[in-house]
């Protein structure tokens, strides 16, 4: 079982997952996508992979062909479900038992498409398929976060081609949505507004940061942007689930998230990406058993962060915590406006 | 100028550094090293470098062959030195202006040598170059920080071959060396003990990520390493401030940075690294203009941080500061120790 460590200095937890057990000959210089003479994630390969979990499929029973999107457990998962939560201390130091769920949702049963190239009816069906394992794994009190995030290319550590995203539920919260969720908590509590609200109206207003606004969604640069063309993608109106998104809305998150991906491709020319899904975490479960199965975290704002894998993170940005961007967001975004999608 | 900006809920500082002007089309799909006829830092190249600021130099006068190590400001510098510190607050963010210092330590005249090759009295030169630089920079008090870093190997960041290190100088405490400044004084309030002497003798007494002891020094492997094969490098005996080293000091931990690195290239194959020393900070101006340049940090342990490069950084990590390791700490700490150096 994977283990988790605390680091007392850093703050930060690390998952130690040896199951994947990578020895100094693993390592090799370059990063390189598995062979797969028949790639696991096609039609007529659904034997190849575990058991599926859920899917969307017109079609044809459980784990054959007929799927639009099919949600597998991760063959090589850094967490798993089975086993009892026990945290200990160890000199200056903490250790966790390595719980939690790692899913794999397959985007589409074509090989040769990415997201950006799917219909926005396409992308819906991704979008449906998030909202409900995340709604499902919150049953489950001991997974306290779901990481719902993509790696787009190899260099963005897909080590399968074949279009997916994958979702980790993690028995703590993460570093960085705790820092966010206690922001927005003490933001509230003096002001009595969501300070993701505020930014959005400042960006609104100042517009220079901002790449496509639709109805409901709006896409832009952020301001301290770590990377060169960075991008959130926010809902315009306050909203702190993405799980509570109805149809309709994420059928209008689609078009917004096709939109984004394609000025992304055709300005940097198909570039290596991450994006993660950042939303209110389920309710905890000192609070007992409670009837609704959504967060209570209502000051929360949900988003969807986009980073391109266009730089080297290097010396100085790990060891400060600084980082160097050499595209200012306001060019980024003047770009990514004018792309010929 | 360049600009420092803040970002209210990741609670991070970004350089926006435009003059480095990164445009689309410059992003490549591979990050390459630089094309240069003839390398700035060799013998006989002195001129197509800025003038230098500091060489350790047997013979000949400034800029021109001669030396064992030399300083240069950086020809591309992400901040710099003229100007006046200002912040303001601008909507929800900050921003700050860019002053600081970015020096290159060019680490030998020898094109084809690492720093793990050299000898160690060629080493103790480079340490004695950061030392001289470190004191001379904090006698101004606009810089908060000096970042001492190395990147090795294209994949790591760094653009040019020839070994060098890089110093760069910050109008404000980076959040990485604030965290750990932070815990050491708290746990120092309430226990009257330094935290890292805490860690290193649970780790001399335990054992299993000892890479290496010396009388004075002890190379490890971090207990919660994000990365596989991450190592520090500590003084056994604590030291707040790496400035405070003498010679002879010096002279031990060159032995041991040798020993470190060595082992490394032999274990990984010359893998791509970044470094970074963590020291304590220099004294704060509004305790007024002190006798002693040095830091008044006691609570601290400065140390060196070492991180092969060998994974991708992809979404989950990005995007939760959660970080997934395949590679536990025991096993990259018996493989080092095992080396054939």
Redesign the interface.
Known sequence: MSEL??????????????E?????RD?Q?E?QEKEVASCPFCYGNEDKTPAEIFAIRPSGPANSPGWKVRVIPNKYP?LRVEGEVKSKG????DVMSGIGAHEVIIETPRHDQGLADLSPSEITDVLKAYRTRYVDLRRDFRLRYM?L???HGI????TLAHSHS?L?A?PLT????A??LK??REFFESKERC??C??IN?ELE?GSRIVKEFPNFVTMT?????F??ELRLYPKKHSHDFALMDDAQLGELAIAMKDMLLRLKT???D?PY???L?TAPPRQPRLGKPEYWGSIEYDYHWHI?L?PR???????E????????????E?AAA?LREADI
């Not at 460590?5 to 040896?18: E, G, M, N, S, Y």
């Not at 994947?20 to 100094?24: E, K, L, S």
């Open positions: 460590r605390w680091d007392p200095l850093k703050l930060h937890w690390v998952i130690i997952a040896t994947r057990g990578r020895r100094p390592f210089a990063p850094v160890y000199g200056v130091y990481v995030f993509k790696n260099r963005a550590g897909a994958q980790i993690v993460p570093p960085v949505a820092t966010e922001i927005c300070i993701f505020d930014l400042f100042s952020p301001y301290a942007s770590c060169p063309f300005v940097l020319k570039p991450n994006f993660i950042h962060e980073v266009l730089t080297q993170i290097a010396g100085f790990w060891g400060t915590g600084f980082y160097i961007n050499p595209t200012s967001p060019d770009f």
